[in-house]
Structure formats: structure tokens, C-alpha cells
């Protein structure tokens, strides 16, 4: 079953955490991470 989906506010600030899976990198190189931040502080999602 999906979890419920989350509820956002105009304004607030969240925590982003992102782990692989058994410890393993999330991004191959400098440039995979750079777009990854780059994501994450896109506001117009």
C-alpha cells in the first residue's frame, strides 16, 4: 500500500535525506551530484 501523500506548506522548510541502497553512491561523478543540488533547490516543482 502507497504511503499517504505528504503534506506541504507554503514557506516551511524540510529535510531531504538520500541514502543507496546497501551503502552504495547515489551519483557516479561530480556532475550526477551537482544536477542533484542543483534539483533539490528548484522551486518550481
Do not use: C, N, Q, W
Not at 504511503?3 to 524540510?14: D, H, I, M, S, T
Not at 556532475?31 to 542543483?38: Q, T
Request: charged share 40%; aromatic share 6%; net charge negative.
Amino acid at each position: 500500500m502507497p504511503r499517504k501523500p505528504r503534506v506541504e506548506y507554503a514557506g516551511a522548510l524540510y529535510h531531504v535525506m538520500s541514502r543507496g541502497d546497501r551503502g552504495e553512491a547515489i551519483g557516479r561523478d561530480d556532475a550526477d551530484r551537482e544536477m542533484f543540488l542543483k534539483t533539490m533547490g528548484d522551486e518550481e516543482r
